[in-house]
């Protein structure tokens, strides 16, 4: 079983910043691909970013592409987002994911 618990959640205007954590439990993280989702009202959750293990190869959505920055710290097993020029439509629960556990969500929320 793997815990994973997010943080960093919040209000801020549109264009602002917000840093996402989340804290895995497992000890063999450095090795495990970890993914941030997000789910807004009456939507279907959807991906944001991952990052695989080692040597830790991003991938993003093309709606976050050159805003939102995935990393992550394998000594303190956690991996992080930098959300960067926040919009609106990036209102929504943000969840991160490690195989087939997810994290409790941390709600974001971008106002106009």
């Known amino acids: 079983q793997v815990q994973l618990v997010e943080s960093g959640g919040g209000l801020v205007q549109a264009g602002g910043s917000l840093r996402l954590s989340c804290a895995a439990s497992t000890t063999v993280f450095r090795f495990n691909a970890m993914g941030w989702y997000r789910q807004a009202p009456g939507n279907e959750r959807e991906f944001v970013a991952l990052i695989l293990g080692v040597p830790g190869v991003t991938n993003y959505t093309d709606s976050v592409k050159g805003r939102f920055t995935i990393s992550r710290d394998n000594i303190r097993n956690a991996v992080y987002l930098q959300m960067n020029s926040l919009k609106p439509e990036d209102t929504a629960v943000y969840y991160c994911?490690?195989?087939?556990?997810w994290g409790q969500g941390t709600q974001v929320t971008v106002s106009s």
């Open positions: 994911k490690q195989g087939p556990f």
